[in-house]
Every structure is written in structure tokens, then in C-alpha cells.
């Protein structure tokens, strides 16, 4: 599936900003099953300094400083992905999460030292004895792990509410697991502090969620704004994605950005700025499907 | 530190050694079994030659030469200014260069090893690929920056300034505590304690063919020139500080000032178009290197850690591009964690091909289970501490915790085991150091420091030693009560002198630029010329009423010398009754509000602006001269008043203010004819004018403007307080009148000490300082010609006029509008002039996109 992807972000300043620094991570990156076919960042005004490089996993990143007095910065990012679906894989077939957890705890090979990188707490994510029973009431002795996996998923879609207002963009899972609502960054950031906790290897993706609905479903939550959901180590199935938020093991309408060990390491826009008293902020997120009925031949 | 070379001599029975008995289960440095090394021999000679007496006076000497240069340690956690005095025992350790180099070997060993831990971490992995570091002690360490992986530094050098923290154990054998990788401090410590020390035992010191330390510096400073990525002969080297509030904030300055870099906070630097740029008040110079003394985390907050505002945006990124040279590199501190020392030797196996020289303390790593059953069961015996952080966090001796406690800490350690090392406790060897009870063995410590030259190390010849009050064993960092001592390497010929003013590599650049001063120095250097013309000008009218207090006085006189106490505190705030008829005894509360004036700590009293005069030399050490420094340091009341009984004693008093008007006195001298004309001086000096002007129109408005009082005994004090007595006298003889005295202090541009002299300075100077841009200073000069014109049109028969409310309205106006152009160009050339001292903020901490 292809599709189109415009993401604005636009802040405005009461006072002038005489420099600000940023990095951005709005640019899809290739994986297995998602190719970006053309990306483009434009900044206003123009930077005086700007570059790219992939960072350390491998998410494209662009700094940009913006060196002359602004009261209005405008980051436009436009792209285009093709999506494919992920390989079908039988929950029943999967190993038990305990050969996971064991794999690693002593990496035997690259992959699995890779992988294991994602298994100590990060600035979002710190192991507690919550999250940790939490998470082992779906994970009993010899279970598969991709049945646990979605056992977990869906508790944490049925135990909590999904709220816009409930939460900020730096709350913690306790706090979560206090107010048992969020959204979708808290859910992942739950269910990956479960994960963890557990001795598993969960990474935070940072993406977009299809907004048009196909005909005959149901509109899905997230709709018009940045997603995230989590994706987590396998063993020999690999990784595997997952949406808490919509209890689903995500497909062809979730669009990957960024990956990293939580929220901090793959923020969207981040920044540093001299000066601006009073500031305002606009985003607008579309995702467009390029159908092939639609294009004209 | 000598393995147990030849023992000559018994110790002298009587004398200071007498009562010097180490502990048994220790290696003594002094002695062997009760017989004097052969290495210390000489020295114990010199000292036996002193006596207790002697050694008791250079013991004091070193003290006050310690004060006089201001050396102090801030304690974690103390308030600004709380810094303690650096405690210097006199007598140094001893080491044969014999043994030194022995130890210089492992030395340059382990910083080589850990170079290559830390450019494989941040490179390859290999030691993680080979199982040689089990991954999950990188992975949980949040010292291992990953946005620092894959940056390559110049000279693929990681670690250019390393410490180790030595000791040694009963056998002899030396054992490192702990590495310091990140922004080490203490070699400039060493620095001034060899100072004093070799002039405490200045004989000694040549006597002993003693190695000499400034070698190590020219290293340090070379190896960073070469390394600088411009290849400019003479690049500009920054020591960026956490700043005065951080520990080591003396040594920060004193090291810049002595390697002859500019002391910079994170604020004074400045990413632009990918470069490291210093903002000064010429603008913005290129900055090649940066020798930074602050925490890997608070490097550069947008891409480290967010909610730090400490560091310079964007320095990762033009590290990445390397722009800029850090040292030590950024995400060194990763090869601090005390777990690390369990998997150095099989590290340099696998890195170097060679066997550890200089082991590291035993530890055992809890997150693997053969050692953590060892350390289960072996609690009793051992130093429990956090695997990775731990430079706050005090060690856990497992023998001293009761039975609960020991319960809790084992199922901490059972519930996360990887979080936790233990160590084998090392009973530090003892050595001789003085106290007011003679010479006595304390447990020491050593730090030795390398610094990265021409793809190896070069090893500081001495260090910084460290010595418990108790026989305890020693923190690890300088804690309450510890005190240093210098460290001499005994080399068996004659020393060459080094001096780091030496030329020593290519001619340097002339260098002459004005404006090569940060903006946050140029403030601060404003706000002391501030500082010292109040406590001057706070003086000077204290003494005039301690002076009225000491002669007999007439009670005819006594309301004049109340309205001039109360003048001493802000409007209201006098701690004296309204008028002396309210008072039962007026002379004993005028005695007792001077007193309280010159010793409390009231809001104009003495003691508070002394207070802020050394607070605000300290942010601006660096830029003063040692003399200055000194005279700073000696502004203090405690130290020239100790004396708590005599409080009272207005004779005293009237010496102690004698006494600090000279010094300050001896400091504007300095600052004349010593300070280069260059915008630093113009910054302080403006100061200075400005709050000279300000006292002076406030002591026109409190003694002139009441007009119910006696006027010529005030006339005759505020020519005392202006200096200017002798200049009416000659001017006018005796006969004192308001609007000759009027003339003489505010409007006569020759007198300096006169309120229109200071316009006319402040007038030039803002004609001549380096301007933002052309309006701002149209705006400056705008102000003071305006003041000047209001002061040179004054009618001065119309100052003396009284208004029905007994006041001299004219001049209280005059008074008031000349202390508000003042303020107004204060304001101007705090907020306009040093615009770059600008905070920045956190664009996602005010708002971050947030996926939902």
C-alpha cells in the first residue's frame, strides 16, 4: 500500500527567537516491510545550517539551526512510503518466552546483542515490581510468547481509558498505571515497562496511523495525529509490532517514522531556542492513500 | 611508595616522631618495622632539625598562604560561596623515583586500555562481541551516550586528562580505587599545594632533587594544540566550568588561568553554522577546543538531556562534524563505573595483548551469578556500592549493617542484581602528618593523573594525596575533614626548572584584541567595580561616626550623629529609635548600631557587602591578578577582627575600617596602574563611577535635605566622607557654607571625587566600549548628557532653598533625578550591552509534539 504523508508543524513566538537549534525525526525509514520512496523537510525561514545522518538506530535525523530573528517557525515534512503486510505467524507456533528472555540475557550472536539493547530501563522506562506483575498475569510458564504478547495487549486495551487530557507528554507508566488512562505513547510506554520488567526486549516506534478508513470499518483512535505503539523481540519470528491503543498487531495502515529505547530517543521535533516569551504551536497530520483508481493514467 | 626497600635507622626516641605508632595491619610509608626507610631519611632529618615549633610555623604559614590565594572546595550541596578552605598538611609523601616510574608504567598502561574501552564502545563492540563485557552492564549505564556513538575524535583520542585514585595495600602493592574519565579535577590542586609547599620547606624542596610538575601541563596543552581540528598554530582553547557553584570551581579557574585558556560556562559558548563559538563582547570568536570540567549530561541539552540547560545545543553535532575538539571526549564517563574494573584485565587481554600492570581494587560484578553467590555469602566482608553511578552515593560496608539492614540489602541485591558490585575493603597504607599533638600516621591516598601525548601517556610526576583525620579508611572523594598533601617524586639528581611562561613550541600570535571577553565576565566585572565602591563608600561613612563616637562628645552634636547612623542603613530600616530623645541611653545605641553595622549581617552593613565584593571576585577570579586576589581574600572581617570580646570597642573598630580602606585602596591601585585598558577595565570601572555617583547622591539626600539639623557639622562630615575637606579648606578656609560645599561635590568635574566627575568618566567610557549596534549607544551617550546637562545648569543658591516641610526640596529633586538617570543606565548596560548572556530554553519542554 502506498501512501502520501504531510506532517506541518508550525510555532509562533511573541518575541522574536534570535537562534534555535533542532533535530528532527520526520523522515519514514526503510524497513523490512516499509519502503520511502521520496522525503523532504522544509524549514522556515531558511536554516543556516542544516544536515542528515542516520542515527545510532538507524533513524534518519535532520538538524537544522535557524540563525536569523523569526516570531514564526514552519517545519513541513512531506513523504512517501509503501507499505507491505507483515508475515503471518501463528501465536501457538511462536517459542516460549522464557527461551527468549534466556537468549538475551547472554547474546550468542549479533542480532540477539542488538536486540538486547532494548531490555534495560531508558529516561521513560524503569523496571517496577507494578508493571512486572502486571505484565506476568499474561505470561504464565512455557506460554508462546505471541500469545502472551497479545493477551497483554489486549488487558491493557480493555484496563485503560483512552484520554487526551489525562496525561503529558513526559508522564511516566506508574502514573499510568495510577490513572489507568492516556494515550497511545503511555500505552506503549506501559507495556513496554511490563516487557522489560519481564526480561523482554521492547522497542517505542514512533508513526502514523492511516486516517481514511476503508469502507465498512470503524474509524480507529489516533486518527489525525502522530502514532505509537511498540515492537517487540521474538527470537526466530523476529520483531514484532504492536498497537495497545488498538489492540491490534499492526498492518498495512500503520507508517513507521523512528524506533528507539522509548519517546526521548526518537521524539519528533526537539529543540533549543534563545529568547520567544509566549509560544504557540500548530500541527497538522495527513495521510493519504494513493490509490490506484485515483491516479490518473 | 617504596616495597619495602632498605630500613636504615630506629626513629629518633624523643622529638616529633615520638609519639609516632602506626597500625600494625597497615603498610607504613615512614617506617618498617619501627626502622625510618631509607627514603625519608633526609627529609625526617630536616624536619627533626625544625623541631615541633618549626613545623608548627610552616604548618601555619602554608594555612595562610592557602587563604591569602583564596584556595577553597565548594562541598557538594553548599550554598554559593560556602566554599571551605583547602586543608594542606605540610609534610608531603615520598616517592623514590625508582618506585615512580614502576608505578608510571601501569599508569600509562590502564589510560591506554581505557582509550581503547572507550573507542570500542563507541566504535566496533568487540569486547561485547567476544563476551569479553557482558552487554547489559553498557546497556544500563547511562553514561554510554548513544548519540556519541560512531564519533570519531581527532587522533582517535577518548580520554586526553585521566585520574586514578591509588592505594596501597599492607603488602606493599599498589591497587587503583577508581578511574576518572570524564573531566577530572585535582591536578590543580596539586598545582598550589606544591606552590606552597615548596615555599613552606623551601630547602628541602631543592635538597631532594623533587621532580617538577609544569612538564605535565606543557604536555596537556601541546597534546591539545596538536589535536586541535583547525591545525592553527595558536587555536583558542576554552575550560568550559559547571561554574561557581560546582565543587572544583576554584580549580577550574585556577587552571585556566594557569594553562592560559578562557574560563568559560556553558552559556558563554555558542553553536552557529555547525561551529563552536565564544560570545564575547566584540561578538562571536571561533573556538577550537574545548577542555571541559562539566558532566557528560550537561554537555549540550538538545541532544543529551533535555532537561539540562547547562551545556551549548548542538556541541554533539559539531563534535560529529568535528568542528570542535572535546576533552575528555563526550561519553567518557561511561569508563568510570565501578563494575568495569571486574572485566579490565581480560579488556586488555583482548584490546592490548597484555596483562593488567596496575590492578584495580577486586570487585564483583552482581549481574553474573558466579559472583553475585560469592558476594551473597561473603556480605560481611565486603564494600557494597551501585555497579555505575556512584559519586554521591556512599559506600555500604557490609560488617558495620545490623541484622535488618543486612536483610534489606540482600534482597535488593537479589531483586536487581546488576546494579551492584562489591569491593574488596583495602586498608590504605599510613603516613606521617602533622597535628597541634605532634606527628602522627593518618591512612592516605593518592591521585595520579596522565594526560594523552603522541599516541601514549605522560604521567603527572607527583599527585594529589589525601589523608583521613582518623584511622578510618579514606572516602573517595575529598570529603569533611580530609586534608591534601603534596607529592614528591625523589629524584637522585638535580631537577631542571620548568616554567609553564616558557616558550615552548612556535612563537605565539600577537594578540591584542580588546573585545576577547566573554559578556558574562564583562557583568560581572560591573557589578564588582559596584561591589568595591560600595564597601568603600560604606566605610568611609562608618568611620566618619565610629571617629564622631570615639572624641567627648558635646550632646549639642548628637542629633547631627544620629541623622548620620541612621543614613548608614535604608530609609526606615535603621535599628535606632526615630529621634535620641526617644532613646534612654543615645550614645550607647549609637555605640552599639555601629558596632551591629560593622559585625552583623544587616542589609548595607559591612559584613554583607564584603560578602558580595568576594562572591563577586570569585565568579570573575580569573580575570584578576594574584595580588588582587589576595587583597580580595583578606577583605574579611573574621580574619582581620577575630577578636569576639572586643565587638564594642570603638577604638578597634576604627582600626579594622583603617585597616580595609587601605586594602581597597590597594586594590583600586592595582586595577589602575595593572589592568590592561581593554573593555574589562571599562566594564569594572563603570562600576565603579556608578556606585560612587549613587552613595553620594544618597548622602546629599539623608544629611543635606532634612533642613531641622545643624547643617556644618554634616557639611563638615560629608566633606570628610567625600575626601574632600582638604580642598575646601584650601579653596574656602574655614568657613562652611552649603553651595561652595554643594559645588565641590556634585558639580566640579576636576574634583574625582565629585558626582559630576563620575558622569564626565561614565560619559567617556560609553563613548569608547564596544556597542551592539549604533542606536543603542546614541541611547547610552543620550542619557548622560542629560544628566550632565540637569547637573551643569544647577542653581546652586536655589539647592539651598527650604520648603515649608523643612526640607531642601531642590535639592532632594536634583538628587533624585540624577540617582534615576543612573539606574536608568545601569539597567541599560546590564540588559543591552551583555545581550548575549541570553538564557535559552527547551522548545519541546514548553511544548512537545505528542503522538497520541
Known sequence: MKYHVFHGTTYGYSQPVSLCQNQVHLTPRITGRQNCLRSSVDVMPLPSCQNGWLDYFGNQVHFFSVEIPHEKLSIVARSEVEVFAPLEVTPAQTPPWETIREQLHLPQDEIVLAAAQFCPPSTFIHSSAEAHDYGLASFPPGRPILESLLDLTSRIFHDFQYDQNATGVFTKPAEVFQSRRGVCQDFAHLQMSCLRSLGLAARYVSGYLVTEPPPGTPKLVGADASHAWLSVYCGSAGWIDLDPTNNLVPGIRHITLAWGRDYADVCPIQGVLIGGGQSTLSVAVDVVPDLPSERPE | ?852
Open chain 2, 1 to 852: 611508595m617504596m616495597q619495602s626497600t632498605g630500613t636504615v635507622e630506629v626513629l629518633p626516641p624523643s622529638g616529633l616522631f615520638s609519639g609516632y605508632v602506626p597500625p600494625a595491619e597497615a603498610f607504613d610509608e615512614l617506617t618498617a618495622g619501627g626502622r625510618l626507610r631509607e627514603s625519608w631519611r633526609q627529609f625526617v632529618q630536616g624536619l627533626e632539625e625544625l623541631g615541633p615549633q618549626g613545623l608548627a610555623q610552616r604548618s601555619e604559614q602554608a594555612r595562610r598562604l592557602l587563604r591569602e590565594n583564596g584556595v577553597t572546595y565548594n562541598f557538594y550541596g553548599a550554598p554559593q560561596g560556602a566554599g571551605r578552605p583547602w586543608e594542606l598538611d605540610p609534610i608531603p609523601l615520598l616517592i623514590t623515583l625508582r618506585e615512580w616510574q614502576k608505578l608510571t608504567r601501569g599508569l600509562i598502561q590502564r589510560a591506554t586500555l581505557l582509550n581503547r574501552v572507550l573507542a570500542d564502545l563507541y566504535g566496533p563492540r568487540e569486547l561485547l562481541k567476544q563476551g569479553t563485557l557482558p552487554p547489559e552492564l553498557l546497556f544500563n549505564h547511562p553514561g554510554y551516550l548513544l548519540p556519541c556513538h560512531g564519533i570519531r575524535p581527532p587522533g582517535d583520542v577518548y580520554l586526553h586528562l585521566y585520574a586514578a585514585h591509588l592505594a596501597r595495600k599492607p603488602d606493599g602493592s599498589v591497587v587503583v580505587m577508581a578511574d576518572r574519565t570524564q573531566g577530572p579535577s585535582g591536578a590543580g590542586y596539586a598545582v598550589e599545594n606544591r606552590l606552597v609547599i615548596s615555599r613552606t620547606l623551601p630547602s628541602d624542596f631543592h635538597r631532594l632533587h623533587v621532580e617538577r610538575l609544569a612538564s605535565f601541563f606543557i604536555t596537556l596543552r601541546d597534546s591539545l594544540a596538536v589535536l586541535a581540528p583547525s591545525g592553527r598554530d595558536n587555536p583558542r582553547v576554552v575550560l568550559l566550568s559547571p561554574g561557581p557553584k560546582s565543587t572544583a570551581y576554584f580549580e577550574d579557574a585556577y587552571l585556566a588561568r594557569y594553562l592560559g585558556y578562557t574560563l568559560v560556562e556553558g552559556g558563554d559558548l555558542t553553536v552557529r553554522g555547525g561551529k563552536v563559538f565564544l560570545k564575547t563582547l566584540g561578538g562571536l570568536l571561533p573556538v577550537d577546543v574545548i577542555l571541559r570540567r562539566t558532566h557528560d549530561h550537561d554537555c549540550d541539552p538538545l541532544e543529551l538531556r533535555s532537561d539540562s540547560l547547562f551545556g551549548v545545543p548542538g556541541l554533539v553535532q559539531a563534535a560529529r562534524t568535528g568542528q570542535v575538539l572535546v576533552a575528555n571526549s563526550l561519553g567518557s564517563g561511561v569508563a568510570e563505573a565501578p563494575a568495569l574494573a571486574a572485566f579490565l584485565p581480560a579488556a586488555c587481554r583482548q584490546l592490548l595483548g597484555e596483562e593488567l600492570v596496575l590492578p584495580s581494587v577486586p570487585t564483583w560484578w552482581c549481574g553474573q551469578p558466579e559472583p553475585c553467590r560469592f558476594v551473597l555469602s561473603n556480605l560481611d566482608h565486603l564494600i557494597i556500592r551501585p555497579a555505575i553511578m556512584h559519586r554521591w552515593e556512599r559506600p555500604i560496608h557490609g560488617w558495620q549493617l545490623t541484622a535488618s539492614q543486612r536483610e534489606d540489602l540482600l534482597s535488593r541485591i537479589r531483586s536487581s542484581p546488576a546494579d551492584f558490585v562489591a569491593q574488596e575493603p583495602i586498608h590504605h597504607s599510613t603516613m606521617p602528618a602533622w597535628s597541634e599533638n605532634g606527628v602522627a600516621p593518618l591512612r592516605v591516598g593518592l591521585r595520579a593523573f596522565a594526560a594523552a601525548t603522541n599516541g601514549t601517556y605522560s604521567v603527572m610526576p607527583g599527585g594529589l594525596a589525601r589523608v583521613a583525620p582518623t584511622s578510618e579508611s579514606l572516602a573517595e572523594s575529598v570529603s569533611s575533614g580530609q586534608a591534601s598533601k603534596d607529592v614528591w617524586i625523589l629524584s637522585d639528581t638535580p631537577v631542571d626548572a620548568v616554567t609553564l611562561l616558557r616558550p615552548h613550541r612556535a612563537a605565539l600570535e600577537l594578540r591584542r584584541s580588546p573585545f576577547d571577553l566573554p559578556s558574562r565576565v564583562a557583568d560581572n566585572l560591573y557589578w564588582l567595580g559596584r561591589h568595591v565602591e560600595r564597601a568603600e563608600g560604606i566605610i568611609r561613612h562608618l568611620r566618619s561616626a565610629v571617629v564622631r563616637l570615639t572624641n567627648d562628645l558635646e550632646p549639642s552634636g548628637l542629633t547631627e550623629l544620629w541623622l548620620l547612623v541612621q543614613a548608614l542603613s535604608e530609609e526606615g530600616e535603621s535599628q535606632l529609635p526615630d529621634h535620641h530623645s526617644d532613646s534612654p541611653d543615645p550614645f550607647e545605641d549609637l555605640r552599639r548600631e555601629v558596632s551591629a553595622l560593622t559585625f552583623d549581617d544587616r542589609p548595607l552593613g559591612l559584613q554583607s557587602s564584603l560578602q558580595s565584593l568576594r562572591e563577586t571576585a570569585t565568579l570573575v577570579r580569573d580575570r584578576l591578578s594574584l595580588d588582587s586576589w589576595r587583597i580580595v581574600n583578606q577583605l574579611d572581617v573574621e580574619l582581620l577582627f577575630p577578636w569576639l570580646n572586643r565587638r564594642d570597642r570603638l577604638g578597634d573598630i576604627l582600626l579594622l575600617l583603617n585597616q580595609m580602606l587601605s586594602l581597597l585602596a590597594a586594590f583600586s591601585g592595582l586595577a589602575t596602574e595593572n589592568m590592561t585598558r581593554g573593555p574589562g577595565w571599562q566594564f569594572l570601572d563603570v562600576g565603579r563611577r556608578i556606585e560612587r555617583a549613587l552613595y553620594s547622591l544618597r548622602l546629599v539626600k539623608r544629611l543635606l535635605v532634612p533642613a531641622e539639623v545643624e547643617l556644618s557639622p554634616l557639611l563638615e562630615v560629608i566633606l570628610e566622607i567625600f575626601d574632600s575637606s582638604m580642598t575646601y579648606r584650601y579653596r574656602y578656609l574655614t568657613s562652611l557654607q552649603l553651595p561652595p560645599v554643594l559645588d565641590l561635590i556634585l558639580i566640579d568635574e576636576t574634583n574625582p571625587r565629585a558626582v559630576g566627575f563620575q558622569l564626565n568618566a561614565l560619559a567617556e567610557h560609553l563613548g569608547s566600549l564596544p556597542h551592539a549596534d549604533v542606536v543603542q549607544a546614541a541611547k547610552d551617550q543620550q542619557i548622560m548628557y542629560a544628566a550632565l546637562g540637569a547637573l551643569r545648569l544647577t542653581d546652586l543658591e536655589a539647592l539651598g532653598e527650604v520648603d515649608e516641610g523643612r526640607t531642601r526640596g531642590h535639592l532632594e529633586r536634583l538628587a533624585d533625578k540624577l540617582a534615576g538617570f543612573l539606574r536608568e543606565l545601569s539597567d541599560v548596560i546590564t540588559h543591552k550591552h551583555l545581550t548575549h548572556t541570553a538564557a535559552s530554553r527547551q522548545l519541546s519542554a514548553t511544548f512537545a509534539v505528542r503522538a497520541s
